[in-house]
């Protein structure tokens, strides 16, 4: 399975600002995605990022909220813009295999706390 | 009805036991299915993957898939405290055209030494 890796690992940030979270993978893949898991709750899909081409977004988020940048096959970037208390959670990286199998791999996410 | 439901748990078995971890999904299109476990302060890890229907086994870890009663299960047997972590039932189906993947809430699992 790929290796990813996430920065930064963990952020508090002040609310109305914006942190942009990177995702690095170690060998290209087509399919990224962002998920958000805020505690005790399950994966909750924020949008699929495709090299090329605009992400796309889940019902309930918007790309003016957490615009999404995929600027190559290794590579993608989640803002979490204006940021209000309620953004608290672990963002996750994850990329589906390039092997055929249409399984997904997570990083090892980020642990924002907004206050 | 949730794409996805698992029982919440927490489900505890003692040492040595087997674990048995179920899922149920609404989505009779649905043709993969996948079990993650997440320990607390990390992130999901693919443990098996199913897509017919029958046993896949992997060591001590049996999927089983039922795509007439739309059931998958996980067995986990000669259960081990570090086994110990929440269970996620994830399921990928025509439905959601083929690029995504719902997760369920996840069962939690205690292995009691």
């Known amino acids: 399975s790929a290796v990813i890796s996430q920065k930064p690992s963990r952020d508090i940030c002040q609310r109305g600002t914006s942190l942009t979270i990177q995702c690095q993978v170690d060998?290209?893949?087509?399919?990224m995605f962002w998920y958000r898991q805020q505690p005790g709750q399950s994966l909750t899909l924020i949008a699929t990022?495709?090299?090329?081409?605009?992400?796309?977004?889940e019902s309930g988020f918007v790309i003016d909220k957490f615009p999404i940048s995929r600027p190559n096959l290794t590579f993608s970037t989640l803002t979490v813009s204006n940021m209000s208390p309620e953004d608290s959670s672990i963002y996750l990286c994850?990329?589906?295999?390039?092997?055929?199998?249409?399984?997904?791999?997570f990083g090892p996410g980020t642990r924002l706390t907004v206050l | 009805q949730k794409e996805v439901e698992q029982n919440s748990g927490p489900l505890s078995v003692p040492e040595g036991a087997i674990a048995s971890l179920n899922c149920t999904y609404s989505?009779?299109?649905?043709?993969?299915f996948f079990w993650y476990r997440q320990y607390s302060g990390k992130s999901p890890e693919l443990i098996m993957s199913?897509?017919?229907?029958g046993d896949k086994e992997d060591g001590r870890f049996t999927a089983q898939l039922n795509k007439a009663s739309q059931y998958v299960s996980l067995l986990i047997r000669d259960s081990q405290p570090s086994d110990s972590a929440t269970y996620l039932c994830?399921?990928?189906?025509?439905?959601?055209?083929?690029?995504?993947?719902?997760f369920g809430a996840g069962t939690r699992l205690f292995v009691k030494a």
């Open positions: 994850s990329v589906e295999s390039s092997g055929g199998a249409d399984e997904q791999f």
């Open positions: 060998s290209q893949v087509t399919m």
């Open positions: 990022a495709n090299q090329g081409s605009e992400a796309t977004y």
């Open positions: 989505d009779r299109g649905s043709q993969s």
């Open positions: 199913i897509y017919s229907n």
């Open positions: 994830a399921v990928r189906g025509a439905r959601t055209g083929g690029f995504k993947t719902i």
